[in-house]
């Protein structure tokens, strides 16, 4: 059985390209280019130009403009008022010879009044707070906030968890791809002494060793995943955010004590945020660097996770 689609007689929709069930509500208008899925719903004064694409399951709230160049995949929500931009130099009367591109993924979220600047890619699952304008791209479930919009924390499991404030050595759950090493703590009145016998201790021969300081609070660093090489992350000093992602499921910890440490196996997505002034990490590596093992596309890394989950689940 084929439903057809609600279109509000005040409505001005030119487009042929229409999935089903989808609801266009009063005083919208939909120039011939668009495409735009089934299960959408456009609120009232919503206006979409001809070179968009609008996914399935999408809500496009009140008073928002999808203009040339705009990509919208599917389950992602647009709240009122949201302001696109798609010309990098605006000029009056004067058409750009090439729209910016800009991309939102799937099961993104963009709160109420935030703006967009254009060509940017919104990634996978991410949350844009409210009245934010995003200046450069938003990683996969980052949570930003503000003007400039900066991260303050990752989706986990579909909502913010408030475990994400808790510091690692509290919070030690099992999750695939990750494990924990604790080194030895002495302290007195000379001060602290932390020792490690590597060999037993760490799993991997390490080949690379570096250390990561005086990085701004809003700026996030990793944001991907290896091939082959391992790496143990300690917090010498201060305290920083990891989030890790194995595919499957999200977690995220706060690192404050150098006698933990987190090893972050190969295909695991990894990024560390909110660093705070005085932070230093040390990272102790199971390969020399190597380029071609990084994996810095996110749906590249769930392609080679995915296939790497169906090989193991192949019976013969």
């Known amino acids: ?43 009232a004064n919503v206006f979409v130009e001809n070179d968009v694409t609008v996914g399935d399951r ?24 949201v302001t696109f931009t798609n010309d990098r130099f605006p000029k009056s009367k004067q058409r750009p010879v090439a729209f910016a591109r800009t991309l939102i993924k799937a099961h993104a979220s963009i ?34 906030k503000g003007n400039p919009a900066r991260i303050s924390g990752y989706v986990n499991g579909g909502a913010e968890s408030p475990s994400a404030i808790q510091p690692a050595k509290e919070k030690r759950d099992n999750f695939s791809g990750i494990s924990w090493v604790r080194f030895t703590a002495v302290s007195d009145m000379r001060g602290d002494l932390i020792a490690s016998d590597f060999s037993k201790q760490i799993s991997f021969p390490v080949k690379r060793v570096f250390f990561v300081t005086n990085v701004p609070s809003h700026h996030v660093r990793g944001e991907h995943g290896h091939k082959e090489c391992h790496q ?37 997505w990894a990024a560390q945020y909110k660093y705070s002034n005085n932070a230093v990490v040390a990272v102790f ?3 020399e660097y190597d380029a071609s093992d990084y994996i810095r596309n996110y749906d590249e890394f769930l392609l080679i996770v995915n296939d790497q989950k169906s090989h193991h689940n192949t019976t013969f």
């Open 58 to 81: 999408v809500t496009v709230k009140c008073g928002v403009q999808l203009w040339d160049g705009i990509t919208v995949e599917n389950d992602v929500f647009i709240g009122p008022n």
């Open 111 to 144: 709160g109420a009044n935030a703006t967009i600047l254009p060509g940017l890619t919104i990634g996978q699952g991410a949350m844009i707070g409210a009245a934010a304008v995003v200046t450069r791209d938003v990683p996969p479930y980052a949570i930003v």
């Open 232 to 268: 143990l992350l300690i917090c010498l000093q201060g305290s920083v955010m990891v989030a890790v992602d194995n595919g499957q499921k999200r977690a995220q910890w706060r690192l404050d004590d150098p006698s933990l440490g987190i090893h972050i196996h190969p295909k695991v």
């Open 1 to 43: 059985m084929k439903y057809s689609l609600i279109i509000h007689p005040q409505s001005d929709v030119q487009s042929q390209n229409i999935g089903e069930r989808t609801q266009i509500w009063q005083f919208c208008v939909v120039l011939p280019g668009a495409r735009i899925g089934s299960d959408v719903n456009l609120c």
């Open 285 to 287: 590596a199971s390969h």
